[in-house]
């Protein structure tokens, strides 16, 4: 009974872990702004729109209060929540938090040449059309890319991010 238990409370603390944070919802969103910097934004943007998918609202709150005190560029940054009836306008970068319930396939194809930057914390997303998915280690962004949603969204991404290191295996 007891290694029955052991072994429930173990995968339970696995979900947890698998699931994530609030507090990473902070360094998530430093990733997301450092992936920002390689893309090509219109030089007469007034602000950086970055709609959020969040977990929970613990976590869209954390995130929201970090970039209260940021900016992009030079330009303010607004985080807005997505939903499933969420307009697209203006937006220029879009974070799904994993278990954040969003369908990323019904998402990709509403994406699609958008010049839309998508940004996961969920393999599971990538390779379902998310264009980066980031992980933090140690302090250290790792990211792994997909290729053809980024060429599928008509994003100019610099050339130095697509290295061949990081690109999603097919």
Not at 106 to 129: A, P, Q, V, Y
Not at 144 to 165: D, E, F, R
């Amino acid at each position: 009974m007891h290694k029955i238990l052991s072994i429930l409370l173990i995968m339970a603390a696995a979900l947890i872990g698998f699931a994530g944070s609030p507090l990473n919802a902070r360094d998530d969103m430093e990733g997301v702004l450092k992936l920002a910097n390689y893309a090509s934004w219109p030089p007469d943007a007034n602000v950086m729109r970055i709609m959020m998918a969040p977990q929970s609202d613990e976590s869209f709150k954390t995130a929201s209060t970090f970039l209260n005190n940021c900016n992009f560029n030079d330009l303010p940054i607004e985080l807005v929540r997505f939903d499933s009836e969420s307009s697209f306008d203006g937006i220029s970068v879009i974070y799904i938090e994993s278990n954040s319930g969003v369908d990323m396939e019904s998402l990709s194809k509403k994406m699609m040449s958008r010049k839309i930057l998508t940004i996961t914390n969920d393999m599971g997303n990538l390779m379902l059309g998310c264009m980066f998915y980031i992980h933090n280690t140690d302090e250290m962004l790792d990211y792994k890319y997909n290729k053809q949603a980024v060429i599928n969204s008509g994003l100019m991404m610099q050339a130095s991010v697509m290295s061949p290191y990081h690109c999603m295996d097919q």
